[in-house]
């Protein structure tokens, strides 16, 4: 299996880094269709042709209503790649990364490639075992750290997901 941490360096190299962000928590957009739990939300960004779009979903921690976290899927400008991009909130401790288990396996973590006034960034690029994965889950839990003790599990609903992102256009 592809590692998160490969994917990260893939993505790194690629440099795929650099690409507009749709899907802040506050992001602008319109929400085209639903899917499940996800929706498409579609917007054009500043300086854009041409309207883009991404399957996202918003959740908070179940026990600590003030952390929550954005997760976005989205096809590159070039149209190679699908990427997943996670917002967390600032405050998170950022060297220990955001885990991922799926419906009880842990999958590994992705590490954070940079941070803005909303919230720091996780990418990863969508293919292989980890696509699988998700697309066949039922529950994925996102954990951030805000101390390298404590985690905090994030459980994001995957149904909808495979359906959603066979319609990222």
Known sequence: MVSIRQN?????????????T????????TVKSSHG????VCDTPP??????????Q???????????????????????SEIMRVLAPLGVLLPN???????GKDIGRAYFVRCFQDGC???????????????KGNTATFIVFQTPEEGIGIPVDLS?????YSKIP
């Open 8 to 20: 990260i360096a893939t993505l790194l190299s690629a440099g795929l880094v650099a690409l507009a």
């Open 22 to 29: 749709i899907g802040s928590a506050s992001a602008q957009g």
């Open 37 to 40: 739990a996800w929706s498409m």
């Open 47 to 56: 300086g854009a042709s041409s309207e883009q779009c991404a399957l996202m």
């Open 58 to 80: 918003n959740v908070v921690a179940q026990d600590r209503s003030e952390v929550g976290l954005s997760v976005v899927v989205l096809r590159t400008a070039d149209k190679e």
């Open 97 to 103: 990364g955001l885990g991922l288990n799926v419906d």
């Open 121 to 135: 960034y996780a990418e990863v690029i969508l293919q292989g075992e980890l696509l699988e994965t998700l697309k």
């Open 160 to 164: 909808g997901f495979s359906d959603g």
